[in-house]
């Protein structure tokens, strides 16, 4: 339980943080939290000789609204989020996804950057981040460039980030008016991760739903955008007959896991019980 050596470095900005990935390449590891990744070092599945603490830039660590977009800087905290009055006022969904991950020491050194870039097929966040349509900010060695969620979780534990990329920003549109969101899991019930979440995200028009973002994390290697569910509740009125004719095309046609915690059978079941929970909270 105890990593091999590393030699620590903390630098004061991205730019130097960026410097210290180019000159060490494959030997170097970023760290934010250290909350995933230190566990991984103590089991000696990852033994980085270089280890970039990025944490204390303060660069990183901030929550603005930005002309219809609330930026969160990578190294924000879990905490941070979930308390924000700005988050819990445009949207809810992110608060309560943020205030749902493990217990109050993990939500107070986790950070928003971490988690997505580390990518655990049950970790909170990247439910939310899809349904929110976020874009997520990444800095390399060739400048900057912006990935949508949708490009962003590639598989289990893997993104679409370069090597000697680093996350700086998550961007998440506030949603128009009239959108009510909700974000409800199945904790395990040691560790708090997922195992099953689903975010939800619904506009109406006239009493029926004009537009639906509706996302699992834990069910499958990757998070995903579940098509079914949201085109059965686009254009309904919102009723509980509605609500559970979607709610039951959840997770139909996707690579569902299965492992000591539940059973694919179960993770299904699931799914279609908290699409329905999290549509009936965000339809109130
Ligand atoms: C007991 C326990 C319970 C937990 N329960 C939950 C839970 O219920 N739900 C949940 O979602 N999570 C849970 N977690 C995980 C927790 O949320 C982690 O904080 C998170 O997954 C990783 O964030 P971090 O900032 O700690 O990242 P780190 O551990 O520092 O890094 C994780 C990985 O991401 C890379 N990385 C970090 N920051 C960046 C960046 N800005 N750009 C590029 N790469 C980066 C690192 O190199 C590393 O590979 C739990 C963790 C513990 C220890």
Redesign the pocket.
């Known amino acids: 339980m105890i990593p091999s050596s590393f030699e620590y470095h903390r630098p004061a900005s991205v730019s130097e943080a960026l410097q210290l990935l180019q000159q060490h390449g494959e030997e170097a590891?970023?760290?934010?939290?250290?909350?995933?990744?230190?566990?991984s070092l103590k089991l000696r599945l990852?033994e980085p000789g270089h280890l970039i603490d990025?944490?204390r830039i303060s660069d990183?660590n901030y929550i603005r609204e930005e002309g219809g977009v609330i930026a969160i800087g990578?190294?924000t905290t879990?905490n941070e989020i979930g308390k924000s009055a700005l988050v819990q006022e445009k949207i809810p969904m992110i608060s309560q996804a943020a205030l749902?991950?493990?217990?109050v020491q993990?939500r107070n050194?986790?950070?928003l950057?971490?988690?997505i870039?580390?990518a655990?097929p049950?970790?909170?966040?990247p439910a939310s981040i899809l349904a929110s349509e976020a874009e997520i900010v990444?800095n390399g060695a060739n400048g900057a460039r912006n990935i949508a969620a949708s490009d962003f979780f590639t598989g289990i534990f893997m993104t679409a980030?370069e090597e000697n990329?680093?996350?700086?920003e998550i961007r998440i549109p506030i949603p128009p008016a009239n959108t009510h969101s909700a974000y409800l899991k199945f904790?395990q019930p040691a560790?708090?991760?997922?195992l099953v979440g689903c975010a939800v995200m619904i506009t109406r028009s006239n009493g029926s739903v004009e537009r639906a973002r509706v996302a699992f994390t834990g069910v499958s290697p990757s998070a995903f955008r579940d098509n079914a569910v949201e085109e059965a509740i686009t254009g309904q009125a919102v009723n509980a007959d509605s609500i559970k004719a979607a709610a039951d095309k959840a997770a139909e046609g996707v690579d569902i896991m299965s492992d000591h915690y539940a059973s694919q059978d179960y993770r299904k079941h699931l799914a279609k019980v908290f699409a329905k929970r999290a549509l009936t909270a965000a339809a109130n």
């Open positions: 590891k970023i760290m934010s939290g250290g909350h995933s990744l230190l566990p990852s990025i944490s990183l990578a190294c879990h749902a991950i493990g217990d993990v050194r986790g950070t950057g971490g988690s870039a580390h655990d049950a970790a909170d966040w990444v980030l990329e680093i996350i700086t904790p560790s708090r991760f997922a």
